[in-house]
T-cell receptor, first 113, second 114 residues
Framework: GDSVTQMEGPVTLSEEAFLTINCTYT??????LFWYVQYPGEGLQLLLK???ADDKGSNKGFEATYRKETTSFHLEKGSVQVSDSAVYFC????????????WGLGTSLAVNP | DTGVSQNPRHKITKRGQNVTFRCDPI?????LYWYRQTLGQGPEFLTY????????KSRLLSDRFSAERPKGSFSTLEIQRTEQGDSAMYLC????????????FGQGTRLTVV
């Protein structure tokens, strides 16, 4: 079945460091791909998405490109801030009518000043 | 609209008791999902409604679990005869019908079974 594998955490970075969180997927058909973020004490929020191959999603300085050839959707940010400390989830939206989300395990990011 | 609302935020119950959670989706959203998240894991799909019709149930949803969405608005998730393994965060999400629509999540109900 469909699945998502993402880099294990926790990841600890200094402010202004470069961030990469790896995400690969297995799916039949052509899923949509998402990154969600969960800040401490808050609900899941959509960070960015891409709906077809070679699409680049971007938001708040984060980017991810839908790579069909490597079945990947890695999250990157050039310069992280303390306020980026959160748990990041990669997910895919299964083909079909219900569009349920299949999730990775999440990667915890801590950014130190 | 204030987004997806879930109640209660926290629930502590004794093993064997029944519990019910409520989700109020964004008003115009016709899709509604329930997920379960345990510590250190990503959310796992439980069930899906389109309007009032429950169109898919995960095998994770044992016969002790039941979900309803009367009138296609709010939804309830009931767990009967709770077990310690039911302790988790229960998440509700809603979205518009469509290929690439965003799912909006509530803050979840954290269930602790003691």
């Amino acid at each position: 079945g469909d699945s998502v594998t993402q880099m294990e955490g926790p990841v600890t970075l200094s402010e202004e460091a470069f961030l990469t969180i790896n995400c690969t997927y297995t799916a039949t058909g052509y899923p949509s791909l998402f990154w969600y973020v969960q800040y401490p004490g808050e609900g899941l929020q959509l960070l960015l998405k891409a709906t077809k191959a070679d699409d680049k999603g971007s938001n708040k300085g984060f980017e991810a490109t839908y790579r069909k050839e490597t079945t990947s959707f890695h999250l990157e940010k050039g310069s992280v801030q303390v306020s980026d400390s959160a748990v990041y989830f990669c997910a895919l939206s299964a083909a079909g009518n219900n569009r349920k989300l299949i999730w990775g395990l999440g990667t915890s990011l801590a950014v130190n000043p | 609209d204030t987004g997806v609302s879930q109640n209660p935020r926290h629930k502590i119950t004794k093993r064997g008791q029944n519990v019910t959670f409520r989700c109020d989706p964004i008003s115009e959203h016709n899709r509604l999902y329930w997920y379960r998240q345990t510590l250190g894991q990503g959310p796992e799909f439980l069930t899906y409604f389109q309007n009032e019709a429950q169109l898919e149930k995960s095998r994770l949803l044992s016969d002790r679990f039941s979900a309803e969405r009367p009138k296609g608005s709010f939804s309830t998730l009931e767990i009967q005869r709770t077990e310690q393994g039911d302790s988790a965060m229960y998440l509700c999400a809603s979205s518009l019908k469509g290929e690439n629509t965003e799912a909006f999540f509530g803050q979840g109900t954290r269930l602790t079974v003691v």
